[in-house]
């Protein structure tokens, strides 16, 4: 089960844990403090984790963040978009908002985006045609491979996992999706 889940019965089972406790016990007040105590530190617990995730992709600019990835160890994941893409509006709103996406990227890549409105000369640097254009490169800045359009998370993930693991370097991309 997901943590979040978890969580989710442990919290039910706190609550009716409560009200049973309340309602045959004569001195209730202590009662209900400790299961008011309990349910909300299970509450912080999970605020807890989810603000550890994050809600955001941490987003860097592509010179700093160029520069950052040179002096780390982590991948490069280079995103493309303008404001008026659709499908570059809808990774926003699904894929990126991922808990699993923004856990793997967190930990795995250094995410940089440009604005291909704002940065004509990057744009045309990369040879982007079309939006949304997601590249992926070894640390020190050599390409691996992009993917042009939309990606769900599932699509996405396992695309990150492939890099992330440099798979790449060993079998096809559909090689790497059979071995599941």
Not at 35 to 50: H, I, R
Request: proline share 3%; with cysteine.
């Amino acid at each position: 089960m997901k943590k979040e889940n978890v969580l989710v019965v442990v919290l039910i089972v706190l609550a009716i844990a409560g009200g049973i406790i309340y309602n045959r016990s004569k001195s209730s007040g202590p009662v209900i403090q400790a299961a008011v105590a309990s349910e909300t530190s299970a509450k912080t617990a999970e605020k807890t984790n989810l603000a550890m995730i994050g809600t955001a992709i941490g987003w860097k600019d592509y010179t700093p963040g160029m520069a950052t990835a040179a002096k780390g160890s982590k991948s490069i994941f280079l995103y493309f978009h303008a404001p008026w893409c659709t499908y570059c509006t809808k990774l926003k709103q699904t894929t990126f908002k991922d808990k699993k996406i923004l856990a793997y990227l967190e930990k795995n890549f250094v995410s940089i985006q440009v604005n291909t409105d704002k940065n004509k000369v990057l744009s045309n640097e990369w040879k982007v045609k079309g939006l949304p254009t997601l590249w992926f490169l070894e640390p020190d800045g050599t390409k691996i491979n992009s993917i042009p359009g939309y990606l769900d998370a599932a699509q996405l993930l396992l695309v990150l996992k492939y890099i992330h693991t440099k798979n790449y370097d060993k079998m096809s991309f559909q090689e790497f999706m059979k071995q599941g």
